[in-house]
């Protein structure tokens, strides 16, 4: 599962301050069903919103990754201890961790998992290795490797559904179309489509395909 946020941008023009509505979403990594979103406060940040928003949530052996902002030590112990869930944090902004990292005995360890992508005039190689977590960090036995949790789903909303170009500005507005677009993308990936852009393409010659996509006949 993935948590993720996104700053509504085109949601500034339509503040008194000027500033952008943030949301956090958690979705699942591979359809991009969306499990839950909250609304950032403008006077705090995502820290404080992440715990609130994956309480509810039945997270036991899920594996949850997350960007750097929330590589935190609270938000591993609060998944590992509460949550009974395994966690991928992003190490570059906590100086002292990344260095217990770095000198840990990597290449004396085997590689558990590859992958190798191409696209976007780049091409990535992403090796996983398993070692024991740095002291004070929680850990549980880690599950067998899988291919890459990451997700594009706020990307996919930037680019495919113009969010940043939304007119939708004010209220609740904002938070409930990011929702309903993840949502849209989520059943489209439920349904075999892996290029959303061609997706709505196809549903939109015809308006019954929606809703033969949706189960209403």
């Given at each position: 599962?993935?948590?993720d946020?996104k700053?509504?941008?085109g949601?500034?023009?339509g503040s ?13 990594a591979?359809?991009?069903a ?8 403008g006077?705090s ?18 594996v949850?990754t997350?960007?750097a902002?929330?590589?935190q ?8 201890e509460?949550?009974n869930a395994?966690y991928?944090l992003?190490?570059?902004?906590q100086?002292?961790l ?11 360890v ?6 190798d ?8 190689c992403r090796q ?18 899988s291919p890459?949790?990451?997700?594009p789903?706020p990307?996919?909303?930037r680019r495919?559904?113009?969010e940043?170009a939304?007119l939708?500005?004010?209220g609740?507005g904002?938070?409930?179309?990011a ?11 439920l ?5 959303i852009a061609?997706?709505?393409r196809?549903?939109a010659?015809?308006?019954?395909r929606?809703?033969?996509t949706?189960?209403?006949?």
């Open positions: 599962m993935a948590v946020g700053a509504l941008r949601t500034r023009h008194d301050t000027g500033r952008a509505r943030h949301v956090l979403t958690a979705i699942t591979r359809t991009m969306l499990l839950a979103q909250a609304e950032v406060d006077k940040n995502e820290i404080t919103v992440f715990c609130p928003l994956l309480r509810p949530l039945d997270l036991t052996d899920a949850i997350v960007d902002l929330h590589t030590r609270e938000h591993a112990t609060f998944l590992v509460e949550k395994h991928i992003v190490v570059k902004n100086p002292s990344y260095r217990q990292l770095k000198g840990l005995l990597w290449r004396q085997s590689i558990a998992h590859r992958e992508h191409h696209g976007h005039d780049r091409s990535e996983l290795k398993v070692l024991a977590s740095p002291p004070g960090w929680p850990s549980r036995t880690p599950p067998k490797p890459s949790s990451e997700s789903g990307a996919t909303r495919t559904y113009r940043d939304s939708i500005r004010t609740n904002p938070a409930v179309m929702a309903l677009r993840t949502i849209a993308i989520g059943i489209l990936k349904h075999g489509w892996t290029n061609k997706a709505n196809h549903n010659h015809q308006a019954q929606c809703l033969t949706l189960g209403i006949t």
